[in-house]
């Protein structure tokens, strides 16, 4: 399992996401350990959902798993 197949797995999973009521803004890194190793950030922001590719240095928190446990998810 690849770092880029596991961030377009989690992008799917909230490319439809319903954020429109979320007016807060709230983001957290991913750090994906083992196969795959990297990191990447989810934002709930301006009542959307983004997943990018990159640390983010600012975040409201922090997850650390494996690919395997983030697909699972």
Do not use: W
Request: overall charge negative; glycine content about 6%.
């Amino acid at each position: 399992m690849t770092y880029e197949y596991i961030v377009d797995k989690v992008r799917e999973t909230f490319e439809n996401a319903d954020a429109r009521e979320i007016f807060e803004h709230v983001a957290f890194q991913v750090n994906i350990i083992g196969e795959g190793e990297g990191a990447f950030y989810i934002e709930v922001a301006a009542r959307s959902v983004v997943v990018e590719p990159y640390d983010y240095h600012d975040r409201d928190g922090l997850v650390t798993a494996t690919g395997d446990a983030l697909i699972a998810m």
